[in-house]
């Protein structure tokens, strides 16, 4: 089986290597490894954000293990050459629609969380987030108003395959854990979002099983604070996923915390911590690499069909936490590497 190594700016080489001593552990030689540079890193050295080779390479990968993208250097690119992009264009051109970020609070986390323990305790949810289509990948640009103002737009657009394609993994992910969907849209506003709440409505009557439900994502942002033990999984659009994962993240203890599987439809998927290359502590050993460290255990049990292997390392991370270990954004004072260490010496 061949892993894709992406690990791009910031600290996303640090987690990365972490990860990678990790699956070593686990999986020993019966993975092998290629890595190739993506994003700000990739820019540099090749003057585009995602090469042919690196797309050539996550083509030919069994799976993509993915660490960050974003560099304040390239803040003044064109869009198509920011680091950005690399990301985007992995999921557009693999077709990796069906993002899960599962936010789960470790026990031994209660305190980190942002919320009172006793609401934060309660948090066991996926987020269904789709991720090839909506006001990410519409037209867009910068225009003049008749007034000759500058103007710049974002269409927000998706189809009622594309709902329904991303709507079903929220329906079958549902029926794997308890039974509960919540489609979340802003259907008062949006004609994107009536479409959308029609088309998961269509779709319920093959999942007569599962307790559907909708919220608008004003109230959603608001619930997720309030009392998130009510909610099992959450399917939603490209924009709205982005902002309620940060959100789900911060009520589970850390951003340093959640992992994340971007699938195609056969299962083929690209992993990522789903927080950013965070420039500003890059280089000093800080970062925390459990999100990228529960990312590998998802490629294992999504990807490579290795549950039992996916289990033995979120048992780690577990322990890890147990016996005390904490990065700075966990309030201890851990390195990356110390990290890596606590997971090691616990599997
Ligand atoms: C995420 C990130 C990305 C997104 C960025 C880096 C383009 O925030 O994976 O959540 O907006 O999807
Ligand atoms: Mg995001």
Same mark, same amino acid.
């Given at each position: 089986m061949l892993i894709a190594l992406l690990p791009g700016?910031?600290?996303?080489? #640090?987690?990365i290597?972490?990860?990678r001593?990790?699956?070593?552990?686990?999986?020993?030689?019966?993975l092998t490894y290629e890595e190739a540079p993506v994003?700000?890193?990739?820019? *540099?050295?090749?003057?585009?954000?995602?090469?042919?080779a690196t797309l050539d390479l996550a083509r030919r990968a069994d799976a993509i293990l993915f660490g960050?993208?974003?560099?304040?250097?390239? /803040?003044?690119? #064109?869009?198509?050459?920011?680091?950005?992009?690399?990301?985007?264009?992995l999921?557009?051109?693999l077709?990796?629609?069906?993002?899960?970020?599962?936010?789960?609070?470790?026990?031994?986390?209660?305190?980190?969380?942002?919320?009172?323990?006793?609401?934060? $305790? %309660?948090?066991? @949810?996926?987020?269904?987030?789709?991720? &090839?289509?909506?006001?990410?990948?519409?037209? *867009?640009?910068?225009?003049?108003?008749?007034?000759?103002?500058?103007?710049?737009?974002?269409?927000?657009?998706?189809?009622?395959?594309?709902?329904?394609?991303?709507?079903?993994?929220?329906?079958?992910?549902?029926?794997?854990?308890?039974? *509960?969907?919540?489609?979340?849209?802003?259907?008062?506003?949006?004609?994107? $979002?009536?479409?959308?709440?029609?088309?998961?409505?269509?779709?319920?009557?093959?999942?007569?099983?599962?307790?559907?439900?909708?919220?608008?994502?004003?109230?959603?942002?608001?619930?997720?604070?309030? &009392?998130?033990?009510?909610?099992?999984?959450?399917?939603?659009? &490209?924009?709205?996923? /982005?902002?309620?994962? /940060?959100?789900?993240? @911060?009520?589970?203890?850390?951003?340093? @915390?959640?992992?994340?599987?971007?699938?195609?439809?056969?299962?083929k998927g690209l992993y990522e911590?789903?927080?950013? $290359?965070?420039?500003?502590?890059?280089?000093?050993?800080?970062? &925390?690499?459990?999100?990228?460290?529960?990312? %590998?255990?998802?490629m294992?049990?999504?990807s490579?069909?290795?549950?039992?292997?996916?289990?033995?390392?979120?048992?780690?991370?577990?322990?890890?936490?147990?016996?005390?270990?904490?990065?700075?954004?966990?309030?201890?004072?851990?390195?990356?590497?110390? @990290?890596?260490?606590?997971?090691?010496?616990?599997?």
């Amino acid at each position: 089986m061949l892993i894709a190594l992406l690990p791009g700016d910031g600290i996303g080489p #640090e987690v990365i290597e972490q990860a990678r001593r990790v699956l070593d552990a686990v999986c020993g030689d019966t993975l092998t490894y290629e890595e190739a540079p993506v994003g700000g890193a990739a820019y *540099k050295a090749h003057g585009h954000p995602l090469p042919p080779a690196t797309l050539d390479l996550a083509r030919r990968a069994d799976a993509i293990l993915f660490g960050a993208v974003g560099d304040p250097d390239c /803040d003044a690119l #064109e869009r198509h050459l920011r680091p950005e992009q690399a990301i985007l264009g992995l999921r557009k051109a693999l077709t990796l629609f069906a993002n899960l970020r599962p936010a789960k609070l470790f026990p031994e986390l209660a305190d980190a969380s942002a919320l009172r323990p006793e609401v934060a $305790s %309660a948090i066991d @949810m996926v987020i269904v987030r789709e991720l &090839n289509g909506d006001v990410y990948f519409g037209e *867009k640009g910068m225009r003049t108003t008749a007034a000759g103002r500058r103007e710049g737009y974002d269409v927000m657009a998706y189809n009622e395959d594309e709902v329904a394609r991303i709507a079903r993994v929220g329906f079958e992910t549902a029926r794997a854990r308890n039974g *509960k969907l919540c489609s979340v849209d802003k259907a008062n506003v949006l004609e994107t $979002s009536q479409l959308w709440r029609d088309v998961v409505i269509e779709l319920s009557a093959d999942y007569p099983d599962i307790a559907l439900s909708h919220m608008y994502v004003d109230n959603a942002a608001m619930q997720l604070v309030r &009392n998130p033990g009510q909610f099992d999984v959450i399917v939603t659009g &490209n924009l709205f996923g /982005d902002i309620l994962s /940060d959100q789900a993240s @911060m009520c589970a203890g850390s951003i340093g @915390m959640l992992p994340s599987a971007s699938l195609d439809a056969n299962k083929k998927g690209l992993y990522e911590p789903i927080h950013g $290359s965070a420039p500003d502590i890059a280089g000093q050993g800080k970062a &925390n690499p459990l999100a990228t460290i529960l990312s %590998a255990a998802m490629m294992l049990r999504y990807s490579l069909d290795r549950g039992t292997d996916a289990d033995r390392i979120e048992a780690a991370v577990a322990s890890a936490l147990a016996n005390g270990a904490r990065s700075p954004d966990l309030g201890g004072t851990h390195s990356t590497v110390q @990290m890596g260490d606590a997971v090691l010496a616990a599997l």
